[in-house]
């Protein structure tokens, strides 16, 4: 297992702030929808001022998206404490799928207000900045796991694989285009990718 060095009380503190400002942010916008959503409403959920609100986000739209980072932060954790034996792939997949097991996936009650959120543009742009700023986190992390030794571009390339499962499984599952929750697509997406694409070669080679 990959040791990290212990969070200090001062930061653990910072990040219950921030996630109870993004949680909060995140079930008014559900609620209301982004447009009717307001700063103060959020900082208000939560008890503090507009004020600390800005230390954390610039925006409502960045606090609502969020959700994004946060969970690739506790994928990072979790694959840096998946079992030092463990295959590279394997580790990866296990810990972004544990996390979502756990209750971080998207819920299907939510999805006719998601996709009214999807139409908000600063809404959009905030979550594409997110998704990058995840796939940052998220190569960060198979570099370390992978040790000293590891090509760092092979790090971002096996992180925009990963992410790039979870945005086309977060479509699918949003746009309806199949029954199956969110869960089984992006492991049954991983998991293929892990293999190098034997469906898709096989289907390509049967033409």
């Known amino acids: ?14 990040r219950a702030a921030r996630q109870a400002l993004a949680q909060a942010a995140l079930r008014i916008a559900l609620e209301r929808g982004v447009d009717q959503l307001r700063v103060e409403d959020i900082a208000n959920e939560v008890g503090v001022s507009a004020r600390t609100f800005n230390n954390y986000f610039s925006s409502k739209e960045e606090a609502v998206c969020s959700f994004i980072v946060e969970h690739q932060e506790r994928v990072r954790e979790a694959l840096l404490a998946r079992p030092a034996d463990e295959p590279l792939w394997a580790a990866v997949v296990n810990a972004a799928v544990d996390r979502y097991a756990e209750g971080d996936g998207p819920q299907r009650e939510d999805v006719w207000r998601m996709r009214d959120m999807m139409q908000n543009t ?7 900045r997110a998704h990058a700023t995840v796939e940052r986190v998220l190569s960060e ?18 992180a925009s694989i990963v992410q790039g499962a979870s945005r086309v499984a977060f479509d699918t599952w949003l746009n309806g285009a199949v029954e199956d929750d969110f869960l089984p697509i992006f492991t049954g997406l991983l998991r293929e990718a892990a293999a190098g694409m034997p469906a898709l070669a096989a289907a390509a080679a049967a033409r």
Request: a positive charge; aromatic letters at 2%.
């Open 122 to 128: 600063a809404l959009f742009s905030e979550m594409l």
């Open 1 to 14: 297992m990959t040791s990290t060095a212990p969070v200090g009380l001062r930061e653990r503190k910072k």
């Open 141 to 158: 992390a198979i570099l370390e796991r992978a040790g000293k030794q590891a090509n760092p571009l092979h790090a971002r390339m096996m």
